[in-house]
């Protein structure tokens, strides 16, 4: 597995250490790994990976598929490059929103999209799923991340979830908001707000898993295979799909 880190790489800020950067990445295809064996699905040869940041992720991913198709898709031009310099992924520049993006191809046997959906609000996921489907071949498979009860129960700062996983999340940010989201969530099945005063499209999502059913559901031509609940690293819910049509 290569090694290398991008001199901008931000999932490594906040005192995070080198040590918890690449155990995140090796989780992931771990959660990847299962999901495949979940939906009987061959070894991938062209793979997705949206958004790939600086490559947490796709290192492992081309460690594990040494001669596979990688392509890292992202908003920000630096990091799609170096994934291309580092780990031979085809770059593909990203936009906003991204489903406006057509030179991302399609065909593809994995889709992998961690922590994006986590971090769009409720209207904004039926046409990235609907991308994420598009771009996956009959039978491919997707596996994307969530903020699921471990989060609700994290803004709500409930003792069980800061148990469970430490304190290292914190309130993700949301302050004030934090304890009205976890109560709209458990009420709602879904709940977004915004980092400080911004107010554009990105911000901190939780979902429920009936909530993220449902949605996925109403897109037509994913199959459900698995869910797993914190799957990656403790924290996040990772989910299986298959394109069925
Ligand atoms: C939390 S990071 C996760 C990155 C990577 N998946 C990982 O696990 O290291 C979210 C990423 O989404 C990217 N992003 C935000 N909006 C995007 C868009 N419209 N298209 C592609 N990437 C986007 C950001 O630039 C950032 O790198």
């Not at 040590?19 to 991938?44: K, M, N, T, W």
């Not at 990235?128 to 498979?141: C, I, P, S």
């Not at 901190?204 to 459900?224: A, I, K, N, Q, Y």
Request: glycine share 10%; with cysteine.
């Amino acid at each position: 597995m290569i090694t290398r880190v991008a001199k901008n790489e931000d999932m490594l800020t906040g005192g995070v250490t080198l040590r918890h950067y690449f155990e995140v990445g090796e989780s992931a295809l771990e959660c990847i790994q299962d999901g495949l064996r979940a939906a009987g699905a061959a070894l991938p040869r062209k793979i997705l990976d949206l958004p790939s940041g600086y490559g947490r992720v796709l290192r492992y991913l081309r460690a594990t598929w040494p001669d596979a198709e990688i392509t890292a898709m992202e908003l920000a031009p630096d990091a799609a490059q170096f994934c291309a310099d580092a780990f031979g992924a085809k770059p593909v520049v990203s936009r906003q929103p991204f489903w406006l993006v057509t030179d991302a191809g399609d065909g593809y046997d994995l889709l992998w999209c961690g922590s994006l959906l986590t971090h769009f609000d409720q209207d904004d996921w039926p046409p990235a799923l609907k991308y994420f489907r598009d771009r996956l071949a009959l039978g491919g498979v997707l596996v994307f991340t969530t903020h699921g009860n471990l989060s609700i129960g994290l803004l709500a700062r409930d003792a069980a979830a800061v148990t469970t996983i430490g304190d290292w999340v914190g309130d993700y940010g949301m302050g004030s908001k934090a304890k009205e989201m976890s109560r709209v969530a458990r009420e709602s099945g879904f709940a977004f707000g915004h980092y400080g005063d911004d107010e554009g499209p990105f911000g901190l999502s939780v979902s429920s898993p009936e909530w993220v059913r449902e949605t996925v559901d109403r897109v037509h031509g994913l199959e459900f295979v698995l869910h797993q609940p914190r799957g990656w690293f403790q924290h996040q819910d990772v989910w299986t799909f298959v394109r069925t049509e």
